[in-house]
């Protein structure tokens, strides 16, 4: 396991099994470019981090758009070289934010694949209780456009109470700011054509959903520097 600073730990063979993918995957996207060559350690063996994990998952997102091979490199190639894996998650859900819904019926076998980890019952359980997964009459129902997001969170150091509140702030301000924006725009083509209306819808999706990532984004990272500088109450003079 590593983080953000730490050095990559991971074999190829380990990278492979945490991104869902085959190691014959790992080593074609690395011959394309895709992914930045794997850190040598003794005996010359690759060892891989958390940024090869972040860029699998980018790319096997814009796979899932239907983007071609070479409409991947070109994506790519227009990303800055030293994005952190945090950046390239970000991107990551830009990409997702476009997908349909897409509810696949798995198998645990097949969920643990697709999840790039195994999956005990308690994780399963979590799974279900975020809505991410629910039990089926043969295996499991899975939403794939939010498997990644509620495997990440399985080890997040949040009690299972905190996620689904912050679940439901999201969810609640999410649908406020879309109504509110949706009024808005309605007002704008209220006396045109049904052309006009679609035009604006197909354009402004992107926009706004853009708009949106990047404007809580920053304001999440203020809120946040400010409460990590905040002194403690143990420092405060008595």
Not at 71 to 93: N, T
Not at 149 to 164: C, R, T, W, Y
Not at 174 to 183: K, P, T, V
């Amino acid at each position: 396991m590593t983080t953000d600073t730490e050095e990559p730990t991971l074999t190829i063979d380990e990278l492979a099994a945490r991104a869902g993918v085959t190691v014959r995957t790992v080593r074609f996207y690395g011959t394309k470019g895709l992914l930045p060559p794997p850190v040598l350690g003794p005996r010359r063996v690759g060892h891989y981090g958390r940024d090869h994990l972040a860029r699998l998952a980018l790319i096997e997102e814009l796979q899932r758009q239907g983007m071609t091979l070479s409409g991947i490199e070109r994506y790519l190639r227009q990303l800055p070289p030293d994005l952190s894996p945090h950046d390239l998650a970000i991107h990551r859900a830009v990409v997702a934010s476009w997908a349909p819904d897409t509810v696949e019926t798995v198998t645990h076998r097949e969920l643990e694949r697709r999840a790039g980890r195994p999956l005990g019952a308690e994780d399963v359980e979590r799974l279900v209780a975020m809505g991410v997964v629910r039990p089926g009459d043969v295996g499991y129902e899975a939403d794939l456009g939010l498997l990644r997001l509620g495997v990440g969170l399985l080890d997040v150091p949040l009690s299972q109470e905190a996620i689904f509140a912050a679940r439901t702030v999201l969810i609640e301000h999410a649908r406020a700011a879309a109504h509110e924006l949706s009024q808005l725009f309605r007002g704008e083509v209220a006396e045109r054509d049904a052309r006009d209306v679609r035009s604006l819808s197909a354009h402004m999706h992107p926009l706004v959903v853009q708009a949106l990532l990047t404007a809580f984004q920053r304001s999440l990272k203020e809120e946040l520097g400010e409460w990590l500088t905040e002194p403690s109450d143990e420092s405060a003079p008595g």
